[in-house]
């Protein structure tokens, strides 16, 4: 009843198809992979230096590709659902010059890993990019895409091999080419996640802590409510900027720093959208902890319960939830065995994330399509490895 995850090899084996079709009839020389991911907990609190809880994803971005002699770049992408052009092909500037964004958009991902790699000079290269993340569904697409091609240029020109380095040179390229003021969380998940566990990531050390996460009576389940969203317009860079605003009137330097009472302290200062906004963060910072514990003593049912608290506050504090949403979740908690359902993602369309009994799954998903406006898309994954080379 659940869409079957793509298998790796089976990317690799489109993408080196797409390949020859369109570069001579040549075949790759470099293959790598990197994950998307799914977040159990701690939403919207990265950028504001709090705890996250994500996973990564057995869905990756596989590319493949061959070094050329001279500064010519040239990429397909087999990805579907993203705009045309599915080719791009540029020179790459000279004398540490930037490279511009442009169109199509989904080029704007790979320019910006090349300005941000970090180390230079950087050949030229064919390549082909293909991908099972969803797009638009919350479960980063676009760090997966930006960790495949920071891997993949580590082959071709390698780095001094430091992952958090890596993570946050893939985050520069979201900022500075995609123009969304994204936090650590996707790419530092993508670069690093482990098979059988979550990662705690402290957003302000970028310290992680491996959470076991394979208990075989234990499945999360994504269910994709196919509302796609986009990060790039108006509501994600202003829940920043009321975050930043909030933390400047308490006098922190990060919402992370402030308590509750810190909050109420001040809550005549604070317009009462900026108030609801802050009171989510604050609150969501110590949930994250809080099922962490829950999740390494084999607390289900407290997890699930934080979950859920995670999710009624992004729906009324942070308002970044939608009706669509709201439903896959009402819907997992009305059956037997379901743990715990939120959101997960940036919000206003995407993906939830339940977990749930392993027993349960079938019954959930009939539940969920019986009582879902929509048409959903529903993923059985598990904690799976970050970025890795894939042998051709």
């Known amino acids: 009843m659940a869409s079957l995850v793509p298998r790796v090899t089976d990317l690799v084996s489109e993408a080196r198809q797409v390949f020859h079709d369109n570069f001579d009839g040549l075949d790759p020389e470099v293959a790598v992979c990197a994950p998307g991911r799914v977040n159990l907990i701690g939403e919207h609190t990265d950028y504001n230096q709090g705890f996250v809880l994500p996973m990564a994803l057995p869905l990756v971005t596989v590319m493949v590709g061959s070094r050329i002699s001279d500064k010519n770049v040239s990429i397909v992408t ?27 958009n989904w080029a704007n991902y790979i320019k910006g890993v090349l300005q941000h790699y970090r180390a230079k000079p950087l050949p030229g290269f064919k390549a082909v ?25 580590q082959q071709l020109c390698p780095d001094d091999g430091d992952k958090v380095a890596k993570a946050e040179a893939c985050q520069k390229a979201e900022h500075t080419h995609a123009g969304v003021p994204c936090g650590i969380m996707d790419q530092f998940v993508s670069v690093l996640g482990m098979e059988g566990h979550a990662l705690l990531i402290d957003c302000r050390s970028l310290e992680a802590t491996l959470v076991p996460l394979a208990d075989p009576s234990l499945v999360i389940l994504i269910t994709n409510s196919n509302v796609r969203h986009s990060l790039t317009g108006s509501e994600y860079p202003s829940r920043r900027r009321q975050c930043e605003e909030a933390a400047a009137i308490l006098g922190k330097t990060s919402l992370r720093e402030a308590s509750l009472k810190d909050l109420e302290d001040t809550k005549g200062r604070l317009e ?67 743990y715990g359902s939120r959101m997960t993602g940036g919000g206003f369309g995407g993906c939830t994330v339940t977990l749930l009994e392993a027993d349960a799954v079938d019954r959930t998903i009939q539940h969920i399509k019986e009582h879902y406006s929509g048409s959903p898309t529903f993923y059985i994954t598990k904690p799976s490895d970050g970025a890795q080379i894939l042998s051709l």
């Open 78 to 104: 087999a990805t579907k659902a993203v705009e045309e052009p599915r080719r791009v092909d540029f020179v790459l500037p000279k004398d540490n010059q930037p490279l511009s964004p442009g169109q199509p």
């Open 129 to 153: 990019v293909v991908s099972s993340v969803p797009l638009g569904g919350g479960l980063s697409s676009s760090a997966s895409l930006e960790v495949a091609v920071y891997t993949f240029l």
């Open 272 to 338: 009462s959208v900026t108030f609801r906004r802050a009171r989510h963060v604050i609150e969501e910072i110590k949930r994250t902890a809080e099922a962490a514990e829950a999740l390494k003593r084999g607390d289900y049912r407290e997890f699930g319960r934080l979950m859920v608290e995670s999710h009624n506050s992004l729906r009324d504090y942070y308002e970044v939830s939608c009706s669509e949403l709201d439903e896959l979740v009402s819907a997992a908690m009305e059956v037997d065995g379901v």
